[in-house]
């Protein structure tokens, strides 16, 4: 399946980017939101890792601009986030995303296969 | 004012003549006079201010006019002028003649300036003091003179009465009677004891009906004092008697004022008017107290009566006065006490050396017992110090002049104290005396530093909460980059090893992150919930680790882990302000001791946490005040003096309770206790 990273912290992405590729994954990183936006659009992902705070366009502000466009897209956003506070579950849904992922991340692996569940489930 | 008059006895002409101009422009009126004689005859028809003599007169020496002036004109001061200075002389003129100066010739001009303005004051202060003096004595001679005359008329009469002996023993024995009537008057301390004695002394008129006595008090109100059976009863006067000066007998307006006061009918009567001198003036004709009596008074037996009474009138009068002037003292003293008892602040009046002149009765340390400590010094009766309070303005405002502020402890108590410089005696010059204020602010002074606790806390957390989110974002990376790599890492040589090192210390960091985000979380959105006390060392210790660096520390945690209901979050606080306290205990590097157990008491199970440090232990003298609020040991700014108090509160607050055993230079234990309270399995 088709991955797209977007997050501002390096090391975020390239963790994430390794485990997806080792299970033999398509992965596509963005640095930020706007990059993020041009991405989406033109890659078509099955799955969205998607950062709350970010320079430019935030997490929830990119999922504004780019679902009413995407009307037939079939792919799934995990939203991520080191203010656990500030959303969960709930008010991830929401904004538009399926899953809500607090940072750090406890296994990463274990994030790996829930993606590749909420794939299947689609 | 009048001139002050001054004598100068010399029997040389120049000297006076340079008297006179040495005196010129002065206040002074100087009269001359060459001979004794002369002097003589001024001094016994002028009064002077200051007398000089001359000890070498012809006829007669300085020291012997002297000693004339004294007897003749006792108030005058005298001064001796002399040529030689013979011890025999001035010998004689202090012993005869009572010499307030001597002057030698030839004098020095300001110099004897200087002594005629202090001879002067000193006249002035002798006449002063002699008015003064008369005043004072002039009611009691008063009495005296009655009490002596009436001796007078005693030994008079006795003799007269030779002829007759039965009569002469009769009125011997009345005038005893009139004398310790008097000596009675003067023993009365109230109205009531007086209209009692006149009850008992008109006793043999058996006609006559107890009597009535109407007065005007201090405030003008008019009252009137009467019998009811037994009792005695003071009210106010519905209105004015009649105020002439003069007795009365069943006259139309005292029957109308006594049946209008009593509301019944009075037939006859009778109105013996008291003058009293310290409401109306010698000459005025108002006589603003009365007696009255009801009476059924045969005409033969009224002036048995009025003699009776009139020989008692004065002595009644001048007690009357008394009684009530003493009275209103008292009430008015009496006003102002209770006054100042009914503020709930402590008050006193110290003077210079912070004795007390006068307390309310809050200042006393027991408020209860009322006994006013005086001739003690304030302090010494505020919190039983032989040295003033730290922080006591007295002596400032004293300096001063102007009211200052400062803030004394009394035990655990904190009070704001308000000194008022004040001049008790209208004519000193600077203040003698200082109005100490109390107001306890240990209530609000505990409110406002726990907001600043806790606002300190609030503005940590937020900042800790900034951080540890912060941190978040490169910690997510690390730990998972680790875990992605130690999937591909081949199992053979170190890397891997390395690799998981990298994963648990990430693992250790995302830890410690939550603790502090726990730790800094506000009170609002914390609850109480069931955690063992393990974990709440466990959990607080990372954040305590750079203090106790220094020293070595041993850990003993218990095997089982009962839980206790706590708020976590604040418990942690009491472990962390624990162990940092015991770590600030220690100078130089020693041993600190956590450990847990467990124990069982007729009062159940308890989870129990021990804090033991090696440090410099605890005085016997305050350990009973570690645990109050803003008790600190700590330098200013290392310590809020909060800590232990919190600690208390919060453990007390779950519960349980915290113990302290500490021996001087060997160390510290602090205990927690807190109830196990087990999971209930639904």
């Given at each position: ?122 | ?180 009537f008097?000596?009675d008057l003067?023993?009365l301390?109230s109205a009531e004891e007086l209209l009692n004695l006149i009850r008992k002394e008109l006793k043999s008129f058996h006609e006559l009906r107890a009597p009535v006595l109407a007065y ?7 009252v009137i004092l009467f019998f009811q059976g037994k009792q005695i009863v003071e009210r106010?006067a519905r209105?004015?008697w ?5 007795m009365r007998i069943n006259?139309?307006?005292d029957r109308?004022y006594l049946a209008n006061e009593f509301g019944r009918p009075f037939v006859k009567t009778l109105a013996i008017p008291l ?14 107290a009365t007696l009255f009596f009801e009476h059924a008074l045969?005409?033969?037996k009224i002036?048995?009566f009025l003699?009776f009474i009139?020989?008692r009138l004065?002595?009644l009068?001048?007690a009357l006065?008394?009684i ?359």
């Amino acid at each position: 399946m088709k991955i797209l990273i977007v997050d501002d912290e390096p090391l975020v992405r390239k963790s994430l980017g390794r485990a997806f590729k080792a299970r033999g994954h398509e992965v596509s990183e963005a640095v930020d939101g706007t990059e993020g936006l041009a991405r989406w659009l033109e890659s078509t992902p099955d799955i969205v890792f998607l950062d709350v705070l970010m320079p430019g366009l935030s997490g929830p502000e990119l999922l504004k601009e780019v679902l009413p466009r995407l009307r037939d897209w079939k792919g799934r956003v995990i939203m991520m986030s080191a203010y656990s506070g500030e959303h969960n579950v709930t008010t991830a849904q929401q904004m538009g995303a399926d899953l809500f992922v607090p940072k750090p991340f406890d296994d990463i692996f274990a994030l790996v296969s829930k993606a590749e569940e909420l794939f299947g489930r689609r | 004012m009048t001139e002050h008059k001054i004598l100068w006895v010399d029997d040389d002409p120049d000297v006076l003549q340079s008297a006179e101009r040495l005196f010129r422009g002065k206040p002074w009126t100087l009269v001359t006079a060459t001979t004794a004689p002369v002097a003589r005859d001024l001094i016994l028809r002028e009064n002077f201010a200051v007398i000089v003599a001359d000890q070498g007169l012809q006829a007669a020496s300085g020291v012997d006019l002297l000693e004339f002036a004294k007897e003749k004109s006792p108030a005058a001061s005298r001064i001796l002028l002399t040529g030689s200075v013979e011890l025999s002389v001035l010998e004689e003129a202090v012993n005869r003649g009572h010499v307030f100066r001597f002057v030698s010739k030839p004098w020095e001009n300001e110099q004897l300036l200087v002594d005629i303005s202090k001879a002067i004051e000193h006249h002035q202060l002798k006449i002063t003091q002699s008015s003064l003096l008369k005043e004072v004595s002039s009611q009691n001679r008063q009495l005296e003179r009655l009490t002596s005359g009436l001796e007078q008329i005693v030994t008079e009469r006795t003799i007269t009465a030779e002829d007759s002996k039965i009569e002469a023993e009769a009125k011997l024995s009345h005038v005893r009677e009139l004398v310790r009537f008097i000596k009675d008057l003067s023993n009365l301390t109230s109205a009531e004891e007086l209209l009692n004695l006149i009850r008992k002394e008109l006793k043999s008129f058996h006609e006559l009906r107890a009597p009535v006595l109407a007065y005007v008090v201090a405030d003008r109100t008019p009252v009137i004092l009467f019998f009811q059976g037994k009792q005695i009863v003071e009210r106010e006067a519905r209105q004015m008697w009649s105020t002439r000066s003069r007795m009365r007998i069943n006259e139309h307006e005292d029957r109308v004022y006594l049946a209008n006061e009593f509301g019944r009918p009075f037939v006859k009567t009778l109105a013996i008017p008291l003058k009293r001198r310290a409401v109306a003036p010698d000459s005025s004709d108002e006589a603003p107290a009365t007696l009255f009596f009801e009476h059924a008074l045969p005409d033969d037996k009224i002036d048995p009566f009025l003699s009776f009474i009139s020989e008692r009138l004065q002595p009644l009068s001048i007690a009357l006065d008394r009684i009530l002037l003493e009275v209103h003292l008292k009430s008015t003293s009496l006003q102002w006490e209770s006054t100042f008892d009914g503020i709930k602040d402590p008050i006193a009046i110290v003077d210079i050396d912070y004795q007390l002149v006068r307390a309310n009765r809050h200042f006393s340390r027991d408020p209860a017992s009322g006994s006013r400590i005086f001739e003690l010094t304030c302090h010494k009766v505020l919190t039983g110090s032989d040295t003033p309070c730290r922080g006591c303005p007295i002596e400032d405002a004293l300096k001063s002049g102007e009211a200052r502020k400062g803030q004394i402890k009394r035990g655990s108590r904190v009070y704001d104290v308000s000194s008022y410089p004040i001049r008790l005696e209208p004519t000193d010059d600077k203040a003698t005396n200082v109005i100490n204020h109390y107001v306890d602010v240990t209530a609000s002074r505990e409110l406002h530093g726990r907001m600043i606790q806790s606002e300190k806390m609030a503005a940590v957390g937020l900042l800790a909460g900034n951080i540890a989110h912060e941190l978040n974002n490169p910690l997510t990376g690390i730990r998972s980059l680790a875990q992605v790599l130690l999937a591909e890492v081949p199992e053979a040589g170190t890397l891997k090893d390395d690799v998981r090192e990298v994963e648990k210390a990430a693992e250790r960091s995302q830890k410690i992150i939550e603790n502090l985000l726990d730790f800094s979380k506000g009170e609002a959105d914390t609850k109480q919930m069931l955690i063992s006390l393990n974990e709440i060392v466990r959990r607080t210790l990372p954040m305590i680790k750079t203090a106790m660096r220094e020293h070595r520390s041993e850990m003993s945690l218990a095997d089982d882990e009962p839980t206790v209901k706590v708020e976590p979050h604040l418990m942690q606080q009491v472990v962390f302000n624990l162990v940092n306290n015991a770590c600030q205990a220690m100078k130089d590097p020693g041993t600190i001791a956590i450990d847990t157990t467990t124990e069982s008491d007729g009062g159940g199970r308890w989870s129990v946490l021990h804090v033991t440090d090696t440090g410099v232990g605890i005085p016997e003298d305050i350990i009973e005040s570690i645990f109050e609020p803003f008790f600190t040991t700590k330098e200013k700014g290392q310590g809020t003096g909060l800590g232990l108090s919190m600690s208390q509160q919060v453990v007390q607050k779950f519960g349980g309770e915290i113990l302290v055993r500490s021996a001087v230079g060997e160390g510290t234990r602090f205990t927690v206790r807190l109830p196990v309270v087990e999971e209930r399995l639904s």
